[in-house]
């Protein structure tokens, strides 16, 4: 019995391992998050029973239970170094005179790769095992963030060569004998940590709710997520890794750098697929100029592109200053900004009360987009940049996502411009403001702050909360405004009479707006909890809490110890849950809302059938009857899997209007795409 169960063991662990591989590097996934998450649960239990065979390369240990009080320093073997960098052609053309005028000969190529606006990291693996993943640091000595790394799951716990692990990926095919293809004995991958565009986005804007500082950047959300001290938090940041080299090996891994790229893909790491060979400079002119143009297509922030001399012999003839190599340099690509008069300067005030500065701007384009907004983050940084209403300004997208403003051209300034006083009363409520104890953020400290409520049941009704059909920024303050609404509850007291005493609300529209506020009384608990504002939960966290405990009562009352114990719910979120429950005002609301005839709805038992049973679907495009996120639920009520990539493993993708790329993907690949239709008549079991 033994041997059979060590034997189930290992198999579960290959097989995980091997779909972590083919989801998270290959983007071609075997089977649905349902068959997935049975043999993981399966692992796990194995595990529970018998804790003297869990092992640190277990695909259960990815996260460490507890935050780390401090990084412990790593001197690197081989010193990761900086890359030079460079702005035009002719630059390129110097460097590639330099390369050619050094080796004496023009017998030499390149490999042009994307500069990902991330965190350069070096990870450690001892026979094939992951064991260190630490920061560049002074390029020297960085910082030991394994526990972080280890949340990353495109980055392998335990290598793979290419065989049994990962049955039906064959290796590239370099006609290598057995033993150039083993695992090195010691393996030092260096590569990029990002945050993809989509995760940035949603990142700050949960930041920005939370009234906390919104990442400037990409690469400056994936720093500050890889050194947070509590992994559980990390690996909600949904971080990202791409390989692009390496440091210390037991064994040469290539000859060259583009084979050395094709066995880190054989061992399991991803590697970005845009990095080509270029046979000479003109080439990577030509790779470069291209990517331009095309980099808002990627799904990842790109300040550039990087080009390397391919061969390793001539590498070491090159060699390096004491700062960077003489056989790499970046080319950078120029930020597009673009120059505007700020109009005005207004201060909001979000929903936990942080007040901050906006600039209203003259609309001007930028990066594809109209822009007539820009954030000032805070006080303190407005006074840095000493911006003042009238400036012309010149403003860039921060990671061609954020607005903002990055210069001031006093020339312009007009006569008796003055600077902008920082408000020592809430613009709302006129409440006196407070700074936050060793923080940047002025704050109204006025919990009835009418503002402050404003943007709190702007965030209870929203589209990923409770979902308030036709409750709208405009009516919400019209309802504040005009006393009817002070609490959340305020809402499901309204009558008609109320609604069409306001400006503008015929009988009809005060109707609809009533229906959209009486269907919320039943929303699936996970947006009731949500939708409280909790810091540091969200609809991922909230959804955790709703199936772990299945009920409101079990969240409210359950202990510290208890929260922290849940999947994806770390100390942090933990504490911040338990506190929430524990204030007399945070439980009042609750109660006002229940006895106002709110009924949060349990999560129903999962379905282990349906008319998606075993399938996968994509969803893309905008769809009429469905918001992205309650297309993607009906799908796993209905026994479905939910991708966000076409594959030929994909069984449907439900398409909307504009769809995009996925559906020229399905299309050649020959998947099927139905519409909305169709797929209603699929989850009503017609097909």
Not at 31 to 55: M, N, R, S
Not at 321 to 336: M, N, V
Not at 463 to 492: N, P, W
Not at 575 to 589: G, K, L, N
């Amino acid at each position: 019995m033994v041997g059979d169960f060590k034997t189930r063991v290992d198999w579960l662990r290959r097989e995980i391992r091997r779909h972590d591989y083919l989801y998270y590097t290959r983007n071609q996934p075997e089977i649905g998050d349902q068959q997935y998450d049975e043999i993981f649960a399966e692992l796990k239990a194995l595990e529970a029973q018998h804790p003297e065979i869990v092992t640190p390369d277990s695909p259960t240990q990815r996260v460490a239970g507890r935050p780390l009080k401090e990084f412990a320093a790593v001197r690197h073997t081989i010193p990761m170094l900086s890359v030079d960098n460079t702005y035009n052609a002719d630059e390129l053309q110097a460097f590639d005179e330099r390369v050619r005028k050094q080796l004496d000969t023009t017998d030499y190529d390149y490999v042009v790769e994307h500069k990902i606006d991330g965190l350069a990291v070096s990870l450690r693996y001892a026979d094939g095992v992951l064991v260190t993943g630490a920061t560049r640091g002074d390029g020297e000595v960085g910082d030991d963030v394994t526990a972080n790394i280890r949340t990353i799951k495109s980055i392998p716990l335990r290598l793979v060569d290419g065989g049994p692990c990962v049955e039906g990926v064959p290796p590239s095919k370099r006609g290598q004998d057995a033993r150039d293809t083993a695992i090195p004995s010691v393996l030092e991958v260096r590569g990029e940590v990002y945050m993809p565009t989509k995760s940035f986005v949603e990142l700050n804007k949960a930041r920005a709710e939370a009234g906390e500082t919104a990442f400037a950047n990409p690469r400056n959300a994936a720093a500050g997520s890889l050194k947070l001290l509590d992994p559980q938090i990390t690996k909600t940041r949904n971080l990202a890794f791409f390989a692009y080299g390496v440091g210390e090996v037991s064994k040469p891994l290539a000859q060259d750098h583009f084979q050395a790229l094709r066995r880190l893909e054989d061992l399991g790491l991803p590697v970005n697929p845009h990095a080509p060979k270029a046979r000479d400079i003109a080439e990577v002119i030509e790779i470069c100029q291209s990517w331009s143009d095309r980099r808002s297509q990627l799904k990842y922030q790109i300040d550039g592109m990087v080009i390397k001399v391919n061969r390793y012999d001539q590498r070491d003839i090159l060699g390096a200053t004491g700062r960077s190599p003489r056989w790499c340099i970046a080319y950078k690509y120029p930020a597009e900004r673009a120059q505007t008069v700020v109009e005005s300067i207004a201060v909001q005030v979000g929903k936990t009360g942080a007040l901050t500065p906006v600039a209203n701007l003259r609309a001007v384009p930028l990066a594809g987009t109209t822009v007539r907004r820009a954030s000032l983050h805070n006080f303190d940084e407005m006074r840095r940049l000493d911006v003042r209403e009238g400036d012309t300004v010149l403003i860039e997208k921060a990671g061609e996502i954020i607005p903002q403003v990055v210069e001031v051209k006093t020339e312009f300034r007009p006569a008796g411009a003055e600077p902008f006083p920082v408000p020592v009363r809430c613009p709302n409520c006129g409440t006196e403001v407070v700074k936050d104890e060793a923080g940047v953020y002025v704050r109204c400290p006025n919990p009835d702050c009418f503002g402050m409520l404003k943007e709190r049941l702007r965030y209870f009704a929203g589209r990923d909360q409770m979902d308030i059909e036709r409750l709208g920024v405009a009516l919400i303050e019209q309802l504040i405004d005009s006393g009817m609404v002070k609490t959340f509850a305020d809402l499901y007291r309204l009558k008609k009479e109320d609604l069409t005493s306001l400006e503008r609300m015929g009988e009809k529209s005060a109707q609809n707006v009533l229906d959209g506020i009486e269907a919320s009384k039943t929303r699936p608990l996970w947006r009731f909890i949500a939708a409280l504002g909790i810091r540091h939960v969200g609809g991922q966290s909230a959804e955790v809490l709703a199936e772990h405990f299945g009920s409101l009562d079990a969240i409210v009352n359950a202990g510290q110890d208890e929260l922290e114990a849940v999947d994806q719910v770390g100390p942090v979120i933990a504490e911040s849950i338990y506190q929430y429950f524990r204030t007399p005002r945070h439980r009042a609301v609750i109660d006002d809302l229940l006895a106002a005839g709110v009924r949060p709805q349990p999560p129903a038992p999962k379905k282990r059938t349906g008319g998606l049973h075993g399938k996968t679907v994509v969803v893309t495009g905008a769809l009429k009857g469905f918001s992205r996120q309650q297309a993607e639920q009906a799908v796993r009520e209905a026994g479905g899997k939910v991708s966000g990539s076409v594959s030929k493993k994909t069984h449907y993708v439900l398409a909307g209007e504009d769809p995009g790329s996925k559906l020229q993907k399905a299309q050649e690949l020959g998947v099927q795409v139905i519409d909305e239709e169709r797929f209603n008549q699929i989850l009503a079991g017609k097909e």
